[in-house]
């Protein structure tokens, strides 16, 4: 459809991105940036943005709106001009038949809807774009969270599925947007010394843990719903996790990537299959982060205590496969925690047989992937300097570098391009509730006690 970076220099299509939600914070925050940079990036790219929003702007406010934005990244270039120049702002209530029709219609080329909405305002938004022709082609892009159970999700697909096929629907995921997932393709199958270990028989642990010094910042409205165990363990890691243990796919670009994580999500339970064993969830307390003093979460603007929304979770899954019987994956995300650690460890097993003679603790080999900035280190045990009988510890590091892209840049490039390679499919999204389901049912019953810790502690 659009031209790709590289391709036919000629007269590129345009496509039309359509963000219903225009008004507010993810478009201004994460969309626009992004888009921004993409078209920076890819100045053929032609691009008609239409905004849909509550707020009732003019085209000239909304101009003017898409230009901070595009100013934050610094955007420019002939792609980011023709954008500007023709993008068009609809005061609307997107759950409206009639008005979604003549947003829809205003789209000179193949839309791509990027729901930007609260999950009840998307939901009734698809009830009415059931009651119109969408144009051919057109790809919908809904974000977390999908649904709010594995029925749920599993009602949305069937009611998406209704509207276009499952390749043009994208349930993002900003964490697949990320270059990440390829570092972990490209350490994984672009090398033989890493892939024939990468099983049961020599990894003992996997550890994927994305700790945030951040605190609430003003989301009571969404967070004191979701808590930490659905809004990371559930959206963004068993996904990682998913990409760390899938089978190596054949090609990228296909439906393999998608395929191999979909086999490892159906293979997932919780470790034990019980929640009190394999689970624990805190909140914090007050506390200072990096200087700044945090009140309690409970004393958040917003927040139900009542409600006992846990702010950190952890829970450890079995994957049933051949590669990974016996291998507990640990998943781990907290809020307000003193230091930001953003890594997945694989702890291999310990070597057969140390010669006997070499002293030194000779604590097993380690690789850790670290997120967001991307980059590795493998520690080793080696003789190293001074008494050569003695086994000393030594770390490999290398950077992998920023990708060319924000990770919504990527996933708007694969929207607008109608190819989204990493999104979550259908089923995946399903069997990601019904993974974390026991876990939930589990806490809502008070069989694992919610912990505190102070803001600011490890
Ligand atoms: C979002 C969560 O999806 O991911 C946030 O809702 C979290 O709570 C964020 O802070 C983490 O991702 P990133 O890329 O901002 O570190």
């Known amino acids: 459809m659009t ?28 969309l626009l940036p992004a888009l921004g940079q993409l078209l920076t990036d890819q100045p053929k790219r032609r691009v008609q943005l239409l905004g849909a929003g509550v707020e009732p702007w003019t085209d000239d406010h909304w101009r003017s709106v898409v230009r901070t934005s595009f ?20 005061a609307a209530d997107v759950t409206d038949p009639q008005e979604l029709t003549t947003i829809l219609s205003a789209c000179i080329g193949r839309p791509a809807v990027y729901f930007a909405l609260p999950p009840m305002v998307s939901a009734r938004t698809i009830a009415a774009l059931k009651e119109i022709e969408l144009p051919e082609g057109t790809v919908l892009a809904l974000e977390k969270p999908f649904g709010s159970d594995h029925q749920s999700a599993a009602a949305l697909n069937a009611q998406l599925t209704r509207l276009v096929p499952e390749d043009q ?3 993002v995921d900003h964490f697949l947007g990320n270059s990440t997932v390829f570092n972990l393709v490209g350490l994984r199958f672009a090398n033989r010394i890493f892939e024939p270990l990468w099983n049961s028989q020599h990894i003992e642990r996997v550890d994927i843990v994305y700790d945030e010094t951040l605190a609430l910042e003003g989301r009571a409205r969404y967070y004191d719903n979701a808590g930490a165990l659905r809004d990371m363990i559930q959206s963004h890691l068993l996904l990682v996790m998913a990409v760390l243990a899938m089978e190596p796919p054949s090609r990228i670009g296909t439906g393999d990537i998608r395929e191999a994580m979909g086999a490892v999500l ?48 952890e829970a450890t899954f079995a994957i049933d496969s051949w590669r990974w019987a016996g291998v507990p994956f640990t998943l781990r995300s907290g809020k307000a925690l003193g230091e930001k650690r953003r890594e997945i460890v694989v702890r291999f097993k310990p070597a057969q047989h140390i010669p006997i003679g070499l002293t030194g603790a000779a604590e097993p080999a380690k690789l850790r992937i670290f997120l967001g900035p991307d980059a590795m280190s493998l520690e080793l045990n080696i003789n190293g300097p001074g008494d050569p009988l003695t086994i000393d510890r030594t770390e490999m590091t290398a950077e992998f570098g920023p990708g060319a892209l924000l990770a919504y840049g990527e996933i708007l490039a694969g929207i607008l391009d109608g190819k989204p390679s990493l999104s979550v499919r259908g089923e995946a999204a399903v069997e990601l509730w019904r993974i974390v389901t026991p876990i939930l049912d589990s806490w809502d019953r008070d069989e694992v006690p919610l912990e505190t810790y102070p803001a600011g502690s490890a």
């Open 3 to 30: 031209t790709e970076r590289g391709s036919d220099p000629g007269q590129p299509e345009t496509s039309s991105l359509v963000i219903l939600g225009a008004s507010g914070d993810l478009t201004s925050r994460l």
């Open 71 to 90: 100013g934050a990244r610094e955007a420019a270039g002939p792609a980011v001009e023709t954008l500007l120049d023709a993008t068009v702002y609809f």
């Open 169 to 171: 629907i994208d349930r």
């Open 266 to 313: 159906r293979a997932t339970r919780l470790w034990g299959d019980s929640a009190a064993v394999s689970s624990r969830r805190a909140v914090y307390d007050a506390g200072t982060v990096d200087g700044r003093p945090i009140p309690a979460y409970a004393d958040e603007p917003g927040v139900n205590p009542a409600r006992n929304t846990e702010t950190l979770a």
